[in-house]
């Protein structure tokens, strides 16, 4: 399909896992892709993986904990692609810690990653998505915005923030042809996932493996959720057959979620 033909998607946080996933969908719809990492072997890895597929690709590191790299990164993807006409805002979680044992360091830590980098692309790209009267901007978000996931204190106060951001953001842009939406991820098999098993792991006692199979088990569907399937929704959102849906936060997490959507 071709229906992104001509528009340039920056992802950030694309070397791996649902960033990688997004990316991939997105050149399957002809967009031009930009991927982003702070860099390094898996960056040239994810690069050469989706360029091997076709379409036009390139890989920019930068660290979007740092405002001026994020400016040097967009100015980047405009002088290799071309203006920035889809924003897929991914940042890495931050540490697993239980909210009693939070302090001031592990909050300025965690803010840039979380949170900041996503207004601060957000001003980057806006002014030309307005001017151009097309834009879709999607944060990766995570469904512990909706509900809190034990010892993930940083992550559930600061991934509501990112909605309440964007739901903001959403109205303010609505009538300018920018669209603005997020998706929820519940339990996926990526890296991150892995990562915070072996975590919980250390901390309890259990068995890394026996805790990943344990939280499939937890989800009504009855496993993980592979990248690709929150892939092809982050594409969706971005998608002409979206332009009538904004400031929405969708779940895509396998019934998960035990509240009221």
């Known amino acids: 399909m071709t229906v992104l033909k001509d528009r340039v998607a920056l992802v950030t946080g694309s070397s791996s896992g649902l960033g990688f996933a997004a990316a991939r969908a997105l050149l399957d719809l002809g967009a031009r892709v930009a991927l982003n990492s702070r860099g390094g072997d898996k960056l040239e890895a994810a ?41 897929v805002a991914n940042g890495g979680g931050p540490r697993v810690k239980p909210a009693v044992e ?24 806006l002014p030309g998505m307005r001017r151009r009267g097309w834009g879709r901007i999607v944060a990766i978000n995570s469904v512990s915005a909706r509900q809190p996931i034990p010892s993930l204190a940083l992550s559930n106060a600061l991934r509501p923030a990112v909605l309440g951001y964007l739901k903001t953001l959403a109205l303010e842009v609505a009538a ?86």
């Open 176 to 261: 300018d042809g920018v669209t603005v939406n997020s998706v929820l991820p519940g339990y996926t098999r990526t890296e991150r996932q892995e990562e915070l098993a072996a975590q919980l792991a250390r901390q309890t006692g259990q068995d890394a493996d026996e805790i990943l199979a344990n939280q499939g088990r937890d989800v009504p569907i009855g496993r993980m959720a592979d990248p690709s399937e929150i892939g092809e929704v982050i594409a969706f959102l971005c998608s002409p057959s979206a332009s009538y849906l904004t400031g929405q936060a969708i779940p895509v997490e396998g019934g998960y979620l035990k509240g009221l959507p």
């Open 47 to 87: 690069h050469r993986a989706l360029a091997a597929g076709g379409g036009e690709v390139v890989a920019i590191p930068a660290d979007i904990r740092q405002p001026e790299e994020l400016e040097d990164l967009v100015n980047e993807v405009e002088e290799h692609l071309g203006a920035v006409d889809i924003l």
């Open 102 to 125: 939070l302090d001031e360091a592990d909050w300025q830590e965690a803010l840039p990653l979380a949170f900041l980098f996503v207004p601060r692309l957000c001003r980057l790209v």
